[in-house]
């Protein structure tokens, strides 16, 4: 079993920063590309931001230098530094990573709860 835990969310007024943390445990062999992904109320759950094992990042238009996305590989931990926030970044944040487990080479992806992220004045 691969547990992806998502933390840092709530409420902030807008123009406001927020650093988000996702970690992976359990049995995991490999972790490769992690994703940030929202979800609002009434809408599809969409990619924020997502980064390779190398180091390699995109990001959807409307978080384009205002988010920030890292990990760490020792900690097989990802983060998402949001800065200059508005109301419309309002969704729950979910984490998502493509790891191969200790009982299988090939790889899947593993999601967790999400963290809510609410702006407003």
């Known amino acids: 079993q691969v547990r992806i835990v998502e933390s840092g969310g709530g409420l902030v007024q807008p123009g406001g920063s927020l650093r988000l943390s996702c970690v992976a445990s359990g049995n995991i062999y490999t972790l490769y590309t992690m994703a940030w992904y929202r979800q609002a109320p009434g809408e599809q759950r969409e990619l924020v931001a997502n980064?390779?094992?190398?180091?390699?990042?995109t990001y959807t238009d409307s978080v384009k230098g205002r988010f920030t996305i890292s990990r760490d590989n020792a900690k097989n931990t990802v983060y998402l530094q949001m800065s200059g926030l508005k109301p419309e970044d309002t969704a729950v944040y979910y984490c998502?990573?493509?790891?191969?487990?200790?009982?299988?080479?090939?790889?899947?992806?593993?999601w967790g709860q999400g963290t809510q992220v609410t702006v407003s004045s």
């Open positions: 980064i390779a094992r190398t180091g390699e990042t």
């Open positions: 998502n990573a493509r790891a191969s487990s200790l009982y299988s080479i090939n790889p899947r992806d593993y």
